[in-house]
């Protein structure tokens, strides 16, 4: 083993956690081990230098052999060795990787080489396929061979005092036994990639129901228990859906989030590493009140880190919320919005799009009428439009005074200016000078219906006029 493993029980608020704490010792190793995260039927990240580490006999050479790939190193005096095998491309051809270390030697069957994503978050992200909309029929295809090339790592539920070097996890192929247990985001994800890139796609499926985000970030004790021995383990992006269980300390969690972001990066040595968020569905019971509280701020400090870095990308999920059940069970349309996402911007691999409609900037606006309005630029503004039915909802204006009211809006075509069929003007018989303008900014936010051509909904926002929004 890497080292020895004590057990120890933890006491928090909510549940009883075991918690493995890594005892960091120096022995000399008479056995050759690797991460977790090398294991039969395992996915390489294709096109990048891959590591390889693990732990062997001290002062030893350590030989990797992978196709026509190879690369060499020695152990050091505890034991520990790492090295990189060469770029690689694609290939759905079952292969071995041979591991010598002095005379020890280890073989993994069934590797393949592709795309390899994280999918971290709470219950969302860990929610499985067995309890997502159309499981049946992901099961008779995964059952009849189809998905063999989609393999799924999943991870323990680990705390841990110290990074851990290793545990249990197993890389497992998708078949008709397997499939229904993997996270479904991550899995439909999957299927999007794998058939639009013709290219095998592996999941580490880390995350764990009810958990905030701070054990997740660096130093916390999910990271060191379940990143941690994973990485530096090349990965092509991440996907994140988590956020409810910090949604009582939203002005905390844009800053959180960023730093969660960046040290996943630094992890797993990727700086510009892509990083999908899943916006919060709608949830909990609908108020008539137009600006409520709650949801609506963890929401915008989602979308503050989204548009603030250029290699994150955005999730609206407000249309396929549940009211009573803050599990939505529609998770074909979450992870076909982040596949979209990574294939348009990570990928280059269509022209279509990538995001809702994003607020650009904030006007007073004149109607023909003498009405005073608030005017609404958008990018990703194309086509917009209601969702269903024939006007638009879900707007909301406040006057000096801050008191909100629902408010009439409009998609503006009929300027002679071309950013105006990207805009939307919002209007109020009661507020004769409107400064503030609000969207979908509740809970469950039944109401709101803008989307642009591509189907793309818009997300939350309260914004002063004259200001500029998110980017």
């Keep these: 083993m890497w080292g020895s493993y004590d057990s120890l029980i933890v006491r928090t608020p909510q549940l009883f956690i075991s918690v493995v704490v890594a005892l960091i010792t120096a ?21 990048v230098a891959v590591p390889i580490w693990g732990r062997a006999t001290a002062n030893v ?13 020695k152990s050091d005096a505890d034991g520990r060795w790492s090295l990189e095998l060469a770029p690689m491309p694609a290939s759905v051809a079952p292969r071995e990787v041979e591991i010598t270390a002095g005379s020890d030697r280890l073989t993994l069957h069934d590797v393949l080489v592709g795309e390899v994503w994280l999918c971290g978050g709470q219950s969302n992200m860990e929610w499985p396929m067995a309890a997502c909309n159309g499981f049946e029929a992901a099961k008779s295809e995964a059952a009849g061979g189809k998905r063999r090339t989609i393999r799924a790592l999943k991870m323990p539920h680990t705390l841990a005092e110290q990074p851990l070097g290793t545990n249990d996890a197993k890389w497992k192929v998708t078949d008709g036994e397997s499939i229904g247990s993997i996270t479904g985001v991550g899995y439909l994800f999957a299927r999007v990639i794998a058939d639009r890139l013709d290219v095998p796609v592996g999941v580490l499926d880390i995350n764990w129901g009810g958990t905030p985000i701070e054990p997740w970030m660096k130093d916390g004790q999910m990271h060191r228990g379940m990143i941690a021995p994973v990485a530096p383990f090349a990965i092509r992006g991440a996907l994140w859906y988590q956020g409810e269980s910090n949604a009582g300390a939203a002005d905390k969690y844009a800053d959180q989030l ?20 899943v916006q919060l569905a709608s949830f909990m019971k609908v108020s008539e009140d137009p600006v409520e509280g709650g949801w609506s701020g963890l929401r915008e400090a989602q979308a503050k880190v989204a548009a603030s870095d250029p290699h994150c990308g955005l999730a609206v999920t407000l249309d396929v ?8 069970r529609d998770k074909q349309t979450v992870a076909s919005r982040l596949a979209e996402w990574a294939l348009v911007t990570e990928f280059q691999q269509t022209a279509g799009e990538s995001s809702g409609p994003v607020v650009e900037s904030v006007e007073p606006a004149e109607m023909t009428t003498g009405e005073k309005g608030i005017r609404v630029r958008f990018k990703h503004g194309a086509g917009l439009k209601p969702r269903a039915g024939d006007k638009l909802d879900g707007f909301a204006l406040a006057g000096a005074d801050g008191k909100f009211v629902w408010a009439r809006a409009t998609v503006d075509a009929q300027s002679n200016d071309p950013r105006d069929p990207m805009s939307v003007v919002v209007f109020s018989d009661t507020v004769t000078v409107p400064v503030e303008v609000a969207y979908a900014w509740q809970n469950n936010p039944i109401r709101a219906n803008l989307v642009n051509g591509a189907g793309w909904p818009a997300g939350p926002f309260k914004l002063m006029v004259a200001t500029t929004g998110t980017k």
């Design 258 to 277: 960023a730093q969660l972001v960046s040290a996943w990066r630094e992890d797993f040595r990727r700086p510009a590493m892509p990083f999908g968020i």
């Design 27 to 47: 022995p000399t190793f008479a056995d050759l081990r690797l991460s977790p995260v090398f294991t039969d039927h395992a996915v390489l990240q294709r096109d």
């Design 321 to 328: 919320g549940d009211a009573e059940d803050i599990h939505p």
């Design 61 to 73: 050479d350590v030989a990797v052999h992978f196709g026509d790939r190879a690369a060499t190193t």
